[in-house]
């Protein structure tokens, strides 16, 4: 085992262990020729994904129903992650491809564990805008929820885009008054209306669409693609709710570039791991205002000494519905 110049005796002479110590059948598979998709929606462990080369949606995509690959482990597959897969990624009928790596997440929008699943999960993965869809009557707007939608999306590092609906029932600004101070950016909409302001706000985006049964999302989706061919339900009129008529989220590419996600499944988020200081920093004026605070100040109304309570003039209302979206993640009402 001696090499080069050296004697066997010589100290040098000894082989040194190598960097790599472990055997060579541990490594990964390259996947080299794995292709990159896009998961549109999941069923039973079944994974619809489209092709796609830059996580842009592509004219006449192959569309491909693809399993998760044992080198995945645990690790869950959501609506919206970035995708290689590998086997047959035809698309033809039938055939069933492989999930072989996910790309790392640049958002996770999560929901709460409930009593159905006692696990707190990812929903949705990439997206960049939580269209927070409320009704203006029929359902009435609840502030509550649409609250903690907001505070869902700033902790998920996602823009807030408050969309109303059914604006041929009643007059938007009493809702609009409660989120004007927050600079929260909103659209006005009714069936049958031209849609054109929601699409310039939705296209290039991966946006989600989050809405309690009702408020007219599945209208929405089919005046925005129209051919989604979503089921429009019919509101209840004792309880004024919507049939369930969509089940798992689903993503779907915009005419103009872009993706939106209906999330029928979402009826409430996980705010408890929900920080004030990462929410603050959504406002980086209120932000500044803290810096004065105790430590450990939490922001809330009542709270000692705390930075926000010296706002001034446009200020004092900004904070106050701030701190009403502090509140909402404490609220009673969890159901989305
Ligand atoms: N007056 C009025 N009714 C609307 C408008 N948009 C939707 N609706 C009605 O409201 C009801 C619910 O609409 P959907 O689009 O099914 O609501 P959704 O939020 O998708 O509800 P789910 O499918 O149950 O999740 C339907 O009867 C629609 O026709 C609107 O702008 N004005």
């Known amino acids: 085992m001696t090499t080069g110049r050296y004697g066997a005796d010589d100290p040098e002479s000894y082989e040194r262990p190598r960097r790599r110590t472990r055997p060579r059948t541990k490594d990964r598979p390259s996947f080299d020729d794995a292709v990159p998709g896009v998961v549109v929606t999941v069923d039973r462990g079944r994974y619809t994904c489209r092709l796609t080369e830059d996580g842009a949606p592509e004219d006449d995509p192959t569309?491909?129903?693809?399993?998760?690959?044992?080198?995945?482990?645990?690790?869950?597959v959501v609506v919206g992650d970035h995708v290689r897969i590998v086997g047959d990624v035809s698309g033809d009928p039938g055939s069933l491809a492989r999930i072989v790596l996910v790309d790392e997440r640049r958002t996770v929008l999560r929901r709460t564990a409930d009593d159905d699943d006692p696990v707190e999960r990812v929903v949705v993965a990439n997206a960049d805008q939580l269209v927070v869809v409320t009704a203006l009557a029929d359902p009435e707007?609840?502030?509550?929820?649409?609250?903690?939608?907001?505070?869902?999306?700033?902790?998920?590092?996602?823009?807030?885009?408050?969309?109303?609906?059914?604006?041929?029932?009643?007059?938007?600004?009493?809702?609009?008054?409660?989120?004007?101070?927050?600079?929260?950016?909103?659209?006005?909409?009714?069936?049958?209306?031209?849609?054109?302001?929601?699409?310039e706000r939705l296209t290039g985006r991966t946006s989600v669409l989050l809405g309690h049964s009702g408020v007219g999302k599945s209208t929405l989706v089919n005046a925005l693609v129209p051919d989604a061919f979503r089921e429009v339900g019919v509101v209840n009129a004792h309880t004024g709710r919507g049939r369930h008529t969509s089940v798992s989220a689903l993503m779907l590419a915009l005419p103009g570039g872009g993706w939106i996600v209906d999330t029928p499944g979402i009826r409430s988020f996980g705010l408890n791991h929900v920080d004030v200081a990462q929410l603050i920093e959504a406002f980086p004026d209120l932000h500044e205002l803290t810096e004065t605070c105790p430590r450990a100040c939490s922001h809330g109304e009542g709270e000692p000494e705390c930075g926000l309570d010296d706002a001034e003039g446009t200020e004092v209302d900004r904070v106050r519905s701030f701190r009403r979206l502090l509140a909402s993640r404490e609220a009673g009402e969890q159901h989305y």
């Not at 569309?63 to 869950?76: D, E, N």
């Not at 408050?162 to 909103?186: H, I, N, S």
């Open 63 to 76: 569309v491909v129903t693809s399993m998760k690959s044992r080198a995945l482990g645990r690790k869950g």
């Open 141 to 199: 707007p609840r502030q509550g929820l649409v609250d903690r939608a907001l505070v869902a999306a700033y902790d998920a590092g996602m823009d807030p885009l408050l969309c109303l609906t059914k604006a041929d029932l009643a007059d938007p600004e009493p809702v609009l008054a409660g989120y004007r101070p927050l600079g929260v950016p909103y659209v006005v909409t009714q069936r049958g209306a031209d849609v054109s302001e929601v699409l």
